[in-house]
Structures are given as structure tokens and as C-alpha cells.
């Protein structure tokens, strides 16, 4: 057999996994004139003289969270009051968001690869398909296919060092723009223009920031009704269509993880690397915080069926059900390379075992997750605490993704394999293949999703530990 490079084979399990989001707004936007991005940015311009007065400013502001207010009449929240036009406030990120604004208003139409370097890390610049020529062509291309756009406010209260402002092209066209900014150098590490999601407006008495341990996160519940369904992120990071349509059926919450989907979470970091302990541990402490009646059912997508494994497993008392959407397998990366390593020589084992495992940069994960760490760490509590027999759907892929070959062909037959193994953890278990689904199953073929969330509600209700 054709031996293939080290970089092939560890490209297969190179994924990207990333809640849900809240009710929009029923008020229509109002007409007021949104200020011109030069004009914000004059605003908040420091002189040459102010220099010392403003790092001391942005120093104790990185301390404090910013205070912000939903306004109906624009669909966005503001740090002014609802009547005023939107503008900046003093924070860290600033500076850099107040270019961007002035790019998205024409001046990208100019930029040039010296200026954008002036505001850009060196660690971002350095990344796959960011350096400054690469970032001047999206910023071109972006003016080109919106147009010019205006700031509106922003998608959820601002944090010192990230936000995401919400832009509007002449036609009405929403766009989301989550920055990020290093803490120390102040220059952009993240940023993203793209459509923009429905904005958050915390409801009910679950719904909102809850404090975890010093740090808030934010949970949304929708419905009412029990057993409660909680969603656990993976590679879908949106649940809000799924979430919308399961309240009629019972009560529902999502949430945002700490860190991770970076400048578009509403939930405050957290040290990195991240492990599935940090996961469960979190959520515990959230759904605690917030009083969320149980029991609870969990419903996790790739990475967020593995953690969700690991929450039934240590909170058996909690946990009524489970339904794991191509979730990962605790064994996933260890025995994946286990079969997949006669495909490079022996010498490069060291080398591919250590790549399989290492913790992505913060360009490329914002959550940085040691997911070898977590699958170890799900290994360990399932032989101490197996699950006990309750209501389990586990939904896999049907269509393999990445180019064809050995490898694909390969990590498809393992990854079948540890579906398999997973829906026999416990007795009377469903299995479903999504026929018509890669790995983002929620997105391709949601009422699957949708009907076997349903199909473990009601075994729970009706107080069955099969389906």
C-alpha cells in the first residue's frame, strides 16, 4: 500500500466543534440615523497627550463588564439609551473595532496590506488564510458584495477585550461582526463578517447571565414542561430553529460554553486548554446557578455527546436521557490512530501521535479543547460510574466526508464502529443512521434530530428506560 505523509493522515482528525440562541426581538427598528463609523471613531480617537489617562482607562474598564441595554427600535443592544444613536464605548477593543467600522463603510475600498498589519496580530497574520494580503481581500470583497454598512449596536452586552457589533447595509441586510482583541497589544486576533443571527433578549426566569465560579455564562430555556432538554455544544453552536420548535413539546435550554465559538459567545472566558472536566463541571454549576428543574435530557453533537456522556455518568441522578447526535466516542482519537498508523512509516508514529493530540492554537480553536485529554478523561469516569440503563437515541452520519481514499475509508469504518459501541452502552437503546447527513446532522436533516429528542421525552415521561 502507497505510504501517505504524516500531514494527510492527521488532517482526518483535524474538526471543528463549537448555543443556541434567544428569542428576536417583535418590535420593528426605528429610522434614527446610525452616526457615520468616522464619526465613532473620532469619538473615541485618545491625543497624543491622553495616552497615559487612556491605558489606565482601558486597564480598569478590562476589570469591569460594560454595561449595555436592548433596544427594540433597533433590534441591538446599546450603551447609550435607546432614543441616541449607537455608539462605542470606551473599551479596549475600541480602537481596533472603530477601523473596521470605517472599513465596512467604504474605506476597505483603499485598504492596504502595510495598514492592515498596524492592526492585526502577528499570530493571527501568521495563520492559514489570514495573512494581510489574504485579509485585504476579504475586506474588498465584503464591501463589494454588501456594500456600505453602518454600525447598529451590538448582538449582546460588550466585554472588555470582545464584542460583536451588528452592521446594516442600505437595503436592510444585517451583518454580525465579532472582534477580539489581545490583551496585551490590543490589536485584533479574531474577526468575522458574516450573516447576522437573531439577537439575544434574555426571557423568563432561566433564561440570562448566571454566575459560575467568578465567571458568567449564558443559558437560554424555551418551553415548559419536563423532563428538560439541554443541548450541549459540538460542532453546531446554533440551536435556535431546533430549540424553537422542541418548546412546544417541553422546556429547552441552550447555552454558550466558555471560550469557545470566541467573540460570537455571550459567556465570559475561561483558562486554556479546556478539558471535558471544564465542560461538565461548568454546565453543573450553570444549570445549578439558574434552578433549572430537572430532570434533565441531554442532547449533545459530536464533542457535546462526549461531555454529555461524561455529565450522565457523574450526575446519574440528574440525567433521565440522553440522545448523542454523531457524538465523539471516548476512544475516538486513540483507537482512530491505532488503525490508521500503518499508513505512515513507524518512525513517524511518535510524531503523528503527539499531532493527534495536541492542542489546537487559538486561531484555529478559540476553545482550545485537549480533546485526547477529554476522551481519557470520559474513559475514566465511565469505568468508574457506567451508565445506568435509561432512554438512549444515538444519530450517526451517513455520508462520509473528506477525500476519498485509505483514510477516509478507514476513519469511517472506525467511526461506525464506536457508533455502534456507544448506542450499547445500555440496554433497549435506538440507533439511526442520517442518511442523508456528514457530521453537522442538526443543520442537514433537523426533524431526525427533532424526533428522536421527542421519542426520549416521552419514554421519560412514561417512566421507561428503553425505546
Not at 364 to 384: G, P, S, T, V
Amino acid at each position: 500500500m502507497r505510504r501517505l505523509t504524516l500531514t494527510a493522515v492527521v488532517a482526518v482528525l483535524t474538526t471543528t466543534c463549537a448555543a443556541g440562541t434567544s428569542a428576536q426581538a417583535e418590535t420593528p427598528r426605528g429610522t434614527e440615523a446610525s452616526p457615520s463609523p468616522r464619526a465613532l471613531a473620532a469619538t473615541w480617537a485618545s491625543p497624543p497627550h491622553a495616552t497615559a489617562t487612556a491605558q489606565a482607562l482601558s486597564e480598569t474598564r478590562a476589570k469591569a463588564r460594560i454595561e449595555a441595554q436592548y433596544c427594540a427600535n433597533r433590534d441591538a443592544y446599546q450603551v447609550t439609551a435607546c432614543k441616541r444613536p449607537p455608539r462605542l464605548p470606551r473599551a479596549p477593543f475600541t480602537r481596533q473595532l472603530s477601523w473596521v467600522l470605517l472599513q465596512l463603510s467604504g474605506d476597505a475600498a483603499t485598504v492596504t496590506a502595510a495598514e492592515v498589519t498596524r492592526h492585526f496580530s502577528p499570530a493571527l497574520l501568521a495563520a492559514p488564510n489570514t495573512s494581510a494580503p489574504e485579509l485585504v481581500g476579504a475586506l474588498k470583497s465584503t464591501l463589494d458584495r454588501y456594500g456600505r454598512m453602518r454600525f447598529q449596536g451590538f448582538s449582546y452586552p460588550p466585554r472588555a477585550h470582545q464584542a460583536m457589533a451588528i452592521v446594516e447595509a442600505r437595503d436592510g441586510f444585517r451583518a454580525q461582526v465579532p472582534i477580539s482583541v489581545n490583551r496585551r497589544t490590543n490589536l485584533i486576533n479574531s474577526l468575522e463578517v458574516s450573516k447576522a443571527s437573531p439577537v439575544i433578549v434574555p426571557r423568563g426566569r432561566y433564561s440570562g447571565w448566571f454566575n459560575v465560579g467568578g465567571r458568567r455564562l449564558f443559558l437560554r430555556c424555551t418551553g415548559q414542561g419536563s423532563p428538560t432538554v439541554v443541548f450541549e455544544n459540538g460542532l453546531t453552536t446554533d440551536w435556535y430553529r431546533l430549540q424553537n420548535q422542541l418548546a412546544s413539546t417541553t422546556r429547552v435550554c441552550s447555552y454558550d460554553p466558555a471560550r469557545q465559538n470566541g467573540p460570537a459567545s455571550r459567556s465570559d472566558s475561561a483558562t486554556a486548554p479546556r478539558t471535558g472536566n471544564d465542560r461538565v463541571r461548568d454546565l453543573a454549576r450553570l444549570l445549578a446557578a439558574a434552578d433549572v428543574p430537572g430532570p434533565y435530557v441531554l442532547a449533545g453533537h459530536s464533542n457535546g455527546g462526549l461531555f454529555s456522556l461524561m455529565y450522565a455518568s457523574r450526575h446519574p441522578r440528574q440525567v433521565a436521557g440522553l440522545v448523542l447526535i454523531d457524538g465523539v466516542h471516548p476512544g475516538y482519537h486513540r483507537r482512530t490512530f491505532e488503525a490508521l498508523k500503518h499508513l505512515i512509516p513507524p518512525e513517524q508514529w511518535p510524531a503523528a501521535r503527539k499531532q493527534f493530540c495536541a492542542v489546537p492554537s487559538l486561531q484555529l480553536d478559540w476553545e482550545q479543547m485537549n480533546i485526547c485529554r477529554a476522551e481519557a478523561q470520559a474513559r475514566a469516569q465511565l469505568a468508574a460510574r457506567p451508565l445506568e440503563p435509561l432512554p438512549l437515541a444515538v444519530i450517526s452520519h451517513g455520508l462520509a466526508e473528506g477525500p476519498p481514499g485509505p483514510v477516509r475509508r478507514i476513519s469511517e469504518r472506525v467511526w461506525s464502529r464506536l457508533q455502534r459501541e456507544l448506542a450499547a452502552l445500555v440496554p433497549g437503546a435506538h440507533h439511526v443512521i442520517a442518511q442523508r447527513s456528514g457530521h453537522d446532522i442538526p443543520r442537514s436533516q433537523p426533524r431526525l434530530v427533532l424526533r428522536e429528542i421527542r421519542n426520549v421525552v416521552r419514554a421519560v415521561r412514561h417512566g421507561r428506560a428503553t425505546l
